[in-house]
Structure formats: C-alpha cells, structure tokens
C-alpha cells in the first residue's frame, strides 16, 4: 500500500508556504502487517487532491491554489494530527491510490477492508457537524436521513467495522468521541451492532442477509461500488467492471455462494401492492415484481432483515420435521443432517437441493423453507417459488394460501437473473359503446401504465393494470390485465363491488394480486389452448383448479379468430359454441 510519511508531508507544505523549492518524497510503498500506520475515514466532498498533483505539488505553478484546497487541508489538518499521535505514516483514499491505474484501483479496493482494519488508529472526520449527534437532525441532514453525511454513504460501513481503534472527528478537527465509547448511539443510527462495534465482524458471524440491512439506507455515487464496497464486509474477492452496473451485485452475490451455504441470501424482502398505492402519490421509485430472479437488485432488498441470522444445519432440518411433520430424510440433503447443501452455479441456474411444499390449488408454485430465521423466532424464513420448465423463479403473487402437507426435497437450479422471456406485453381497449352501454371509468390503477394512445404496458416490473367500466345505473365490473412469466392474461371480476368510488380499481388490484392462479395462465395459453383466442369469464370469488402443470379455466372458442396479432386487444364478438356467460363479459375477448 501507498502512504504517506507524515512528517515529509508536513515539511513539504512548509516549504511551499515559505517558497523554498524542495523535491521532498512524501510516498513510501510498504506492506500493512508489520507497519504501524493511521488511515483516515471521510466523505468525499469535492475539490479533494488526488495522487498526481498530490505528487508534483512542489513542481506545480498553481501549488498555493492547491494548499488552500478543502481536500489538502483535510490531509493537512490529519497529519498534523498523526504527528501529535507520533505516527510515521498515514494513508487515505483520496491520494494513496492512483485511480489512473485499473489494477491498482482493483488491489486497493478487494484489500481495503484488510487496510482499516490492520491500522493502529482510524481519524473519521465527520466535515459537516460540531458535535456527535445522538438525535437525528431532519432539518440539517434533510438528505442523508437526519444524520451526518458520513453516516449515509456505502463506502464508510466498513470503514466503521473494520478499525479496531477509530475517533471521531469534527469539522474543526476537534475530537467528539470514539467507537467504542459511543457504541450503542452507533448501533441506533446506523443499526450495527454494538458487539460488532466493539469486538469486531469475526465474533459476531452475522449472515448474509444482516450485513445487507446495515447498508440497505446507504448510497454509492456509482451503482457498482454498492457491490464493491462491500467485499471486505462478507470476504469475498473479485475484479472491477466500472460500467457493468447492478450485474455487479449481482457478482458479488455469486461470488459469496462459491465460499458459502448461507441461505439468507434468499431471504430478502419483495414489495407489496401497496407499493402501487405510493406511486399514484408521484412515488414510483420501488419496484413491484412478482417474478424474478432469486438474488436481489442491491442492499436496498435488504431491508428490515437486520435480525435474520443462519441455522446450524441439524437445527434447521429437526425443527423443520417438526413443523412439517414428516421425517428429517424427507427434507435433508445430507441424511447425516451434518451439512447445507452447497451452492452450484450452472447454465440453467443456481443448483441446490431444498425442502419444499407445493399449493392447494397451484402445482408449480411450491413454499421453500431456508435455513435461516429472525432472531427471537424459531421458525425458519420461507419464500415461495414458481417453476417455469426447469427453472424456478422468485415469485411474490401469493397471499392467504396454505401450502399442500407433503413435504418433498428436490434439485432446483434457482434463476438468478431477472430476464424472463420476452420483455413485455401491450393490451389496448376497443369498441367500449358496444359493451351493453358500459363505458371506461377512469382513471387505469396503477398510473403510469397507459400511454396517450390508450395502451396498456405490461412487464415483469409492472405486471398488472385494471381498468374499471360503469353504465349510466352505476353498475361495475373490472378488467385486469396482467403479464407474468412472458405471457399475458385477463381476469374480467363482475362481483358486486364494496366501494363504487375510484377506489374500486384499486381494491380489484389489490384482489387480483393475491390471486393464486396468476402464475400459470401463460401455461394454459400456450399449453392448452395454443394461440386461439378465447373468452374467459372468472368471478374473484371463484378459484381455478390447477391440475398437473396447466389451469382449468371456463373458456369458449370465439368467431374470426386472428392467429397473427401482436398485442392483446378487447372488442366486441359473438359465441359460437360453449356455455354462454352472463352479463358484460359475453362482449369480450382477448386476441393475441
């Protein structure tokens, strides 16, 4: 590692206030174990001096600008410091690595983690306070969650774990405490535990899933270094790809499994449809998915699993039994129960063995138990799995459904990438004045789905629209169009509604999410009823019933079918056979 010898630092920066040329070397390459040197915690604010002028300073004609810098006085004011410390050496990110060098910046960054944690003394410079705070501030730190800025950004988390000895300063460099005295108002604002504070990362083991929590509120001013920041968290090396975007996480997480059977990888949270709700609200940042790929997006996945912790394989599969109630062989990859079964990564997916149970009236999506659970519960976290052919996807569309008691293990390969086939669908609304003098009845929930055109887009991060009709006696019924595992399908709901306000749409939203069937209409279509256009009618009362792989669903072969179109359009028809529906369904029909 490069550092800085502190006292040639300081003999240069006289020099040049003086005038008085001088070629001083302040750099020295040295190995971290066996140099007792101090490093620096800061957030990058702008005008900080990096390595080549940093180097050059004395030759510069511009070197008193430079002196005057916020980022020179920051390693002015450190190592004047480290010099009353009587420390030889010092090291920071802004000038002790030359970011011109790819390989350097890659060794720095997989060894930085080893750096902070190998220094004698750590100097955390919190720019922007007087004090330490121990209430949060919402008024002066409106953009970093009340606290000081230095408590909000990616890079920082380990760099607060890491050091054995760390202090805090202020904005004048005055000391304001140190990590070990101001544990427990640490572990308040930054939910880290005070243990780990204290005794370090490798005496509290967390899992996978907690050491994401503590960085799911932190942010990176580039979408890689959310994954990079945090190698030395979970130990794990691996190159630089500035550009790759969030397949770094994505990297890193892989990365992880190949060193460990962690299940709480999985165990991160999807969001609801009340997510839908907040949009309408202008908040339409968080996603909403009901597939997906079983590794998150970030962090940011993460949150609220701060008291999840990992299961000793033999306290995983008895107490599973248990609950299950079926013998520990059923469930168990290894009948000794002494081991998890290890992570694969193969072409089809990730490989694992898991003990899982599949839905009353949904074959193929099955309850997944991981080995992993909250701290203060005994019963293991599960998630809920659809299979699409070979591979199983994350799936989020199940509320209030029980899961058959047949207990079953099985080789999965787990689809680690968000790409389902095909990248969407379009539905557009036509011939309304034919539906028995029903009309739209605006506005489509959720917002931001119609176009001006009056399509519909569908995707796998926005799987689902309603659109609402009414007639002139205020008589409903709801259409939801959905999009799931790269097929498109339509719920026509005449149940009488509970609120004829425009809160309806959101209700049937809110319905047809919970809705078991959703995850295998694509298989009927494609599968049973090939690509012939079809009515369906399905009151929201009524369950489907699923058997082997495939939905049966009321369906009734419509006149003029048209085997070539592209999007997914409703207009009125006539039945040619089959047992005619009642009411504002007969006029409609879905053709793809």
């Known amino acids: 590692m490069r550092l800085i010898k502190v006292n040639n630092f300081l003999e240069r920066h006289s020099g040049i206030r003086r005038q008085a040329y001088t070629d001083t070397n302040i750099f020295e390459t040295c190995e971290d ?5 101090c490093i620096i915690s800061h957030r990058w604010v702008g005008q900080e001096v990096e390595y080549k002028p940093m180097k050059n300073l004395a030759k510069l004609d511009n070197a008193h600008d430079i002196l005057d810098l916020p980022g020179y006085q920051k390693i002015l004011e450190a190592c004047n410091v480290a ?26 960054i997989n060894s930085m983690f080893r750096w902070y944690k190998n220094s004698e003394q750590c100097y955390t410079y919190l720019h922007d306070t007087t004090h330490f705070p121990t209430a949060p501030d919402t008024v002066t730190f409106a953009q970093s969650h009340g606290w000081p800025q230095w408590f909000s950004r990616g890079w920082t988390l380990q760099e607060l774990i890491a050091p054995k000895n760390l202090r805090f300063f202020n904005k004048d460099w005055k000391e304001i405490g140190d990590k070990r005295s101001k544990a427990t ?7 880290v535990p005070a243990s780990v504070l204290k005794d370090g990362l490798s005496s509290y083991n967390p899992s996978f899933a907690e050491v994401m929590s503590w960085a799911a509120e932190r942010r990176t001013a580039v979408v890689e270094d959310q994954a ?7 130990g794990v090396n691996m190159p630089m790809l500035y550009g790759e975007g969030k397949k770094a996480f994505e990297r890193l997480q892989l990365v992880f499994m190949q060193m460990s059977t962690d299940q709480s990888i999985f165990a991160w949270a999807i969001t609801k449809p009340e997510v839908a709700e907040s949009a309408e609200h202008g908040n339409a940042d968080e996603k909403m998915e009901w597939t997906s790929g079983v590794l998150a997006d970030g962090p940011g996945s993460f949150r609220g699993c701060d008291d999840i912790i990992r299961m000793e394989p033999q306290e995983f599969y008895k107490l599973l039994s248990s609950l299950w109630q079926t013998h520990v062989g059923a469930l168990a990859a290894d009948e000794k129960c002494e081991a998890l079964p290890p992570l694969t990564v193969t072409n089809l997916g990730i490989q694992i063995v898991l003990p899982l149970r599949p839905y009353y009236g949904c074959r193929s999506v099955f309850q ?8 203060g519960q005994l019963a293991p976290l599960t998630i809920d799995l659809a299979a699409s052919r070979q591979v199983y996807y994350r799936y989020s569309g199940l509320d209030g459904l029980q899961p058959q008691p047949f207990p079953l293990k099985r080789r999965l390969h787990l689809a680690y990438r968000h790409e389902i086939p095909s990248d969407g669908i379009t539905f557009k609304l036509v011939g309304t004045e034919a539906l028995h003098g029903f009309h739209r009845h605006p506005p489509v929930f959720p917002p931001g789905v119609e176009s001006r055109d009056g399509l519909l887009h569908l995707s796998s991060t926005k799987p689902l629209a309603v659109v609402v009709y009414a007639n002139a006696s205020n008589v409903l019924f709801a259409v939801a169009c959905g999009y799931c595992f790269g097929q498109g399908w339509v719920h026509v709901i005449c149940d009488k509604p509970l609120d004829t306000s425009p809160r309806y749409a959101r209700q049937i939203y809110k319905q047809t999410w919970n809705r078991a069937l959703l995850c295998q209409v694509w298989t009927t279509l494609r599968h049973r009823l090939g690509r012939k256009n079809c009515l369906r009618r399905m009151g929201a009362t009524k369950q489907s019933h699923c058997y082997r792989r ?3 669903i009321p369906r009734w072969p419509l006149q003029g079918a ?13 039945l040619v056979s089959g ?12 053709t793809r």
Not at 368 to 375: D, G, I
Not at 579 to 585: I, L, R, S, Y
Request: proline share 4%; glycine share 4%; hydrophobic share 35%.
């Open 83 to 108: 010099a009353r410390d009587r420390f030889e050496y010092l090291w920071i990110d802004t000038c002790c690595i030359d970011k011109r060098s790819s390989s350097e910046l890659t060794e720095a």
């Open 550 to 552: 495939c939905c049966r």
């Open 228 to 234: 990079y920041s945090l190698l030395g968290l979970l």
């Open 33 to 37: 174990v066996g140099t007792k040197y």
């Open 579 to 590: 047992e005619k529906p009642h009411g504002p369904a007969a006029a409609l029909m879905v």
């Open 185 to 191: 108002e640490l572990e308040r604002i930054t939910r």
């Open 368 to 375: 997944v138990a991981l080995a992993c659970r909250r701290r």
């Open 562 to 574: 048209h085997m070539g179109a592209h999007a997914c359009q409703w207009m009125p028809t006539s």
